[in-house]
C-alpha cells in the first residue's frame, strides 16, 4: 500500500487569520467562559447541564442522584478535548487550572476496575454493559479517551491519560473476542476513534486491535443487540429490528455495506474509524468499503452546505437525492463528522477532491452552527425558513429560526469549540517529502522530513480574496502541494514572481512544486472567485428549477432582512450581473452579493386559484448573505435555492 498521509503536531500550528482570527478569539474569550457556566448550570433561561454535578456527585463530593441522558459525560469530555487544543496552541493558566480540577474529580469518579460512566455509577452499577445499543457508556468513554489524549498533548500531564489507559484496559477486560467476553460493540460509535487515537500515542497494539474489533465484529450474525434485549428479558417487533439495525449500521459487517444510512453521526463517526484502521493496516477491503460509503455520502446525499442526515426522525440519511430544504435535519454534529471522514480519507488517498468536502462543510454547514458571537447554537442547519411554519405548523419544532444558548442534549455545542480548536489538524498534512497545504488560513507551519524542516508561512484573506501567498522561510528540498479548489476553474501559480504551466504541475488536485527552495522564496496562488449559480442533479426534486449563489468556497443565501418577505417569489433574472463587495459592517465583515432579480407581486388576489395573471413582475436588486451567517439580525425567512430564469 503507498505511503499516506500524516497529520503535523498541532504545536507546530500557528494560525494568524483575519477570517479565523475573529473566530478563535470569540471562542477563547466568550466560549469557553459561557460553556463552562453552562455546564455548572449557571447559564439563565438555559436548559440545565447537570455535567458536572453528576461528577461532583459520583466523585464523593456532594450527594444527590444523576440528571440529564445516558450519555451526558460526553458533553464534559469534548469541553476537556477542546481545552488540550488550545493549550497545545496558546498558554491559558486559568483554562488548565480549571481542567486540572476536573481531572482530579474524574480520578475520584473513576471505579477501581477503570470504569468511568456517572449514569450507571450513579443508578445501578450492577446493569453496567447491559444496554450497550442505547446508554452509550462506549461512546462517552470513547469521548474522555479522546479529551485525554488532547489535554496530555497539551500540557504533558500523565495523569488524565494514565485514567484514560485505566478506562481502555476496562473496555477491553470485557470486549473482545476471547472466551468469556462481550462480543458486541457500541451502539452509538466513537470509541473505535478514541482506541486507535490512543494506540498511535501509547504504541500499545491492544488499542488498535480492540478498535479493529469492534468495526469487524459490527454487523455480523447472531445479532449482537438482538442478544442483548433477551438477555434483558425484552423482545422487539420485527418490523422494527431492521430499522433499528440500520440506525446503528449494524444491519450487515461494514465490509460489505454501500450506502450510507440510518444516524448520520454515529455512521460518520464510524466511517472515520474504518478509513483510519484501513489505513493502519493497509485494509484493502476496509478501503473499498470506506469509497463506496463516501459516494453513498457526498455524491448523493448531501446538501450544497455540507449538511447531512436530512431526517428528523432517528436524525438520519433517507434515501438517495432526498434533500429537502425546509424540513431537513443536517446536524451540526453530522456536518463535523463528515468533515473527519474526508480528512481520513484525504490521508489514505492524497487527493485534493476530499479535502474540498472539508472546505465546503467548514465554511457552510459547520460555521452555520454558532451564532458570530459564539453563545449560541444550531443543532440542525435548515437550506430554507419560514419562520411561521416552525410556529404554526405541528411537527417542525426541531427546526429553530434563532440559535439556542443550550439544550438538554447538548453534543453540538462543545462539538462545535473543539473543532474550531482543532482547526489547525485541517489545514496541512505531509508525507516523507512532500508539504500539502488543504485549506487557505493564514499562519506558520513546521514540516519535519526525513532530510531536514521547514517553516511555511501563508498569507491571505481567504475566503473573500482571491490571492495566497507561501513564503518557505528556510532552504529546504522538499515539495510543495497546492489544493487547487474543485469551485476554481482557473488557477495561477507563480513562484517568485514567474508564472509556472499549472496543467504540468496538477497531480489529483494539487499543484505540486519541487525543487530545492531557498530562504525567502514565494509561491503566489490566484483563486479567481467569481459569483456561480451551481444548480443541482435533476433527481434533486427540492432544488428542480432554482439555483444556489456560490462565490469561492461560500454558499450564500436571502434573508428577510435583506429582501423583504416571501422570499418565493423572487426569480434571478436569466443574466442577472452579481455585484461581490466586501462590507467591514455587515456580519463582522462579509462579501455580500447584489443581484438583478424580478419579484412577483400581488396584483389584487381574491382567491385561492385562477387561470387569470393575477401577479405582475417588478424589476428588484437583492442582496445575499454568506449562509453560515444567517440569523444573527432579526429573525425571519432564509432561502438558499432560489427561483431562476432559464
Known sequence: MAECLSELDLKKICIDDPFWNKRLQIAAE????????????????????????????????????????????????K???AAGYRLQTEKDPELEARIDGIVDMLEKAQLPDGYLDTYYSLNDIEKRWTNIKDDHELYCMGHFIEAAISYYKGTGKRKILDIACRVADHIDSVFGPE?????????HEEIELALFKLYKITKNKKYLDLAAFFINQRGTVPHFFEQELVKRGQQEAESQSLRRHEYNQSHMPVREQADAVGHAVRALYLYTAVADIANELGDESLINAAERLWASVVERQMHITGGVGTQFICE????????????????????????????RMNRIKKDARYADIVERALYNGFLSGVS?????????????????????????????????????????????????????SYIYAQDKDTAYINLYIGGKAE?????????????TDYPWGDTVEIIIKNSAEFSLALRIPGWCDSAHVYLNGKALNIAR???????????????????????????????ANPKIRSDAGKVAVQRGPVVYCLEQCDNGKELWNIVLAKNANFKPKYEEDLLDGVVAITADAI???????????????????????????PYYAWSNREPGEMMVWVRSER
Open 30 to 77: 466568550n466560549t469557553i467562559p459561557f460553556m463552562w457556566e453552562a455546564f455548572n448550570d449557571n447559564v439563565p433561561g438555559a436548559e440545565p447541564s447537570y455535567a458536572i454535578k453528576n461528577f461532583r456527585i459520583a466523585s464523593g463530593l456532594e450527594e444527590g442522584k444523576h440528571n440529564g441522558v445516558p450519555w451526558q459525560d460526553s458533553d464534559l469530555y
Open 79 to 81: 469541553y476537556i478535548e
Open 179 to 187: 472466551e468469556g467476553k462481550l462480543k458486541g460493540y457500541p451502539g
Open 316 to 343: 438520519s440519511f433517507t434515501f438517495d437525492y432526498d434533500l429537502p430544504n425546509d424540513t431537513t435535519y443536517n446536524e451540526t454534529c453530522a456536518t463535523i463528522g463528515l468533515m473527519m471522514f474526508a480528512q
Open 372 to 424: 458570530l458571537d459564539g453563545k449560541s447554537y444550531f443543532y440542525v442547519n435548515p437550506l430554507e425558513m419560514v419562520p411561521d411554519i416552525i410556529d404554526k405548523r405541528k411537527g417542525f419544532s426541531y427546526v429553530k429560526y434563532v440559535r439556542q444558548s443550550w439544550f438538554g442534549c447538548a453534543c453540538c455545542p462543545p462539538n462545535v469549540l473543539r473543532t474550531l480548536m482543532n482547526l489547525g
Open 447 to 459: 514540516f519535519e522530513f526525513e532530510n531536514s524542516g521547514v517553516v511555511i508561512e501563508q498569507t
Open 505 to 535: 504541475i496538477t497531480n489529483a488536485g494539487y499543484a505540486v512544486i519541487k525543487r530545492s527552495w531557498k530562504e525567502g522564496d514565494k509561491v503566489t496562488l490566484k483563486l479567481p472567485m467569481q459569483v456561480k449559480k451551481i444548480q
Open 599 to 625: 419579484r412577483e407581486v400581488d396584483k389584487g388576489w381574491d382567491c385561492l386559484y385562477s387561470d387569470l395573471p393575477r401577479t405582475k413582475r417588478v424589476k428588484t436588486t437583492v442582496k445575499f448573505i
